[in-house]
């Protein structure tokens, strides 16, 4: 299920600090600089395939709100740092991917999984899509 934006939160309400700061320790950035640019998601190759923009999962963090983990677009970011090279506030926003992504895994719930697949459809896929998949900076 998608989160929806309509329900999003326009303030930051205390009870969402503790999710904040977990994705802050998790994955090192410091998520109040971003300002909404929106130059992330302009750079982003895989926004047709995402429910969320990566800016919009940088505000939805912003505002602790932990539905952002039920967006696709976590599993989606193929990890090519783009967004980072364009951030003018040097978030790497990537980094936020993996960790959004390290709080689902450690409910034991995975997204894509190359096990799944038949021979034929691994071979057939893109390397960086295998990359992808095996997630760079996962443990
Ligand atoms: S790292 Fe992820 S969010 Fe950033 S540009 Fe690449 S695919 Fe998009
Ligand atoms: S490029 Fe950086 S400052 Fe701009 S919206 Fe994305 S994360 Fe925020």
Not at 90 to 96: E, F, W
Request: hydrophobic content about 40%; some cysteine; glycine content about 4%.
């Amino acid at each position: 299920m998608s989160p929806e934006p309509s329900r999003l939160a326009l303030r930051f309400k205390p009870e969402n600090a503790s999710f904040k700061a977990k994705v802050a320790e998790l994955s090192g950035e410091e998520i109040d600089l971003c300002f909404q640019c929106g130059a992330c998601s302009s750079g982003c190759p895989l926004t047709a395939e995402m429910d969320l923009l990566p800016s919009k999962v940088i505000r939805y963090v912003q505002l602790g709100e932990e539905a952002v983990l039920e967006s696709k677009t976590i599993w989606v970011c193929s990890t090519c740092f783009n967004c980072e090279v364009r951030c003018p506030r040097g978030i790497d926003i990537a980094n936020v991917m993996e960790a959004l992504r390290q709080l689902m895994l450690r409910k034991k719930y995975d997204r894509v999984s190359l096990d799944a697949l038949e021979p034929e459809e691994l071979r057939g896929l893109p390397q960086i899509a295998i990359i992808s998949n095996l997630r760079k900076l996962t443990a």
